[in-house]
């Protein structure tokens, strides 16, 4: 089964960044990958359906328009049940904190630990699909 994980970040190369570094898991079929450059993209591609759905988002912080904060109080109302990795260079304490109180699953700072990365991504994936 191929599970479906949405990244949204405004940076341009961040999709190059991540099938490369998921490039394994793409390529075997375990996951595909989605990419939104804001929050109201995500939002957007969300409503409408991605295929395969998304389990779980991966979203940065810092971002024109809506904030991811925002976006996240926003899949809260709507999606509750989809896990959400916040994604920021800010790691401070307040960032971690605001996150975490809105629902987000845990928190990451870049430079991106990839390894790190992956294992909490599955760790997220098998707790959801266990549920």
């Known amino acids: 089964m191929t ?3 949405l990244v949204v970040d405004d940076e341009p ?13 793409l ?3 375990e996951l595909a ?5 804001s929050g109201e993209e995500a939002l957007e591609s969300l409503n409408t359906g991605l295929q395969p759905e998304a389990v779980l988002v991966l979203s940065d912080i810092n971002m024109p328009g809506m904030s991811g904060l925002d976006f996240l109080r926003r899949l809260r109302a709507e999606a509750p049940h989809v ?3 916040m994604v ?17 699953t845990e928190l990451v700072t870049k430079p991106v630990d990839f390894v790190a990365l992956k294992k909490l991504v599955q760790s997220v994936i098998l707790q959801k699909t266990a549920a």
């Open 33 to 37: 990958l989605h990419f939104a450059s």
């Open 88 to 104: 920021t260079a800010y790691g401070d304490s307040e960032n971690r904190r605001r996150a975490l109180d809105i629902g987000a």
């Open 3 to 5: 599970l479906g994980i």
């Open 27 to 29: 390529r075997r079929g």
């Open 13 to 25: 190369d961040i999709e190059d960044l991540f099938r490369q570094r998921f490039r394994a898991e």
């Open 83 to 85: 896990p959400v990795i």
